[in-house]
């Protein structure tokens, strides 16, 4: 699981702006899965994702929140116009049968 | 949709003693079930799972036991130790490797020296 790679570690941002999350699936995964964890809280699914292709979006925000997992290159987990509650731990686990997850980003709204 | 519910909430027990927590479901169709053990500030690591055509499995010191008819499946540590002192989380999913996990809420297991 050591594989699964996330950058930022850590995200400050203020109100309003954007924020981009990255993260790079194991190699020889296609599966690639968004969690966000609030403080002392478990982990929610947010966002399934394939090469190209998203699976299921279920536990996304209808607003300002998008994902995509480009033919090339990381998933990418987008925030548009941040707001305070955003603040949390974003996980992304990649997965060819059981789920393994990355480090995280913390991410700050001030 | 699935919802997973969790006991107990916190947990401590002497080292050399056993823990165990409990997880119950409520859809029918789930078939996978992982435990994740996540230390504080780190990535939920995958410790332990089992799949719905058996009853019970064991690694080491930790094993999980599955009743699918009562829709409920538990975590067994024995021979605690202070290491194990940590968050652990029990999941659900309908299917191995192809769709998404519904958590638990998490038990903190505390392991008095």
């Known amino acids: 699981n050591a594989g699964v790679m996330q950058n930022p570690r850590h995200l400050v941002r203020r109100r309003g702006q954007e924020a981009r999350l990255r993260c790079s699936p194991m190699k020889g995964h296609s599966h690639v899965y968004w969690y966000r964890q609030l403080p002392e809280e478990g982990l929610k699914f947010m966002v399934y994702l394939q090469k190209e292709n998203i699976i299921d979006e279920s536990g996304m925000p209808k607003e300002r929140f998008s994902a995509e997992f480009p033919k090339e290159g990381p998933s990418i987990l987008r925030i548009q116009q941040v707001v305070r509650g955003d603040s949390a731990a974003y996980f992304c686990a990649s997965a060819s049968y059981e789920q393994y997850f990355g480090p995280g980003t913390r991410l700050t709204v001030t | 949709g699935e919802n997973v519910e969790q006991h107990p909430s916190t947990l401590s027990v002497q080292e050399g003693d056993s823990a165990v927590i409990k997880c119950t479901y409520s859809d029918s169709a789930s078939n996978y079930f992982p435990w994740y053990k996540q230390e504080l500030g780190k990535r939920p690591q995958l410790i332990i799972d089992i799949r719905s055509n058996v009853g019970e499995k064991k690694d080491q010191r930790i094993a999980v036991t599955l009743n699918k008819t009562a829709k409920h499946f538990s975590l067994h540590i024995t021979e605690t130790q202070p290491e194990d002192s940590a968050v652990y989380f029990c999941?659900?999913?309908?299917?191995?490797?192809?769709?998404?996990?519904?958590f638990g809420t998490g038990t903190r297991l505390t392991i008095i020296p």
């Open positions: 999941a659900a999913s309908i299917s191995f490797g192809n769709e998404k996990l519904t």
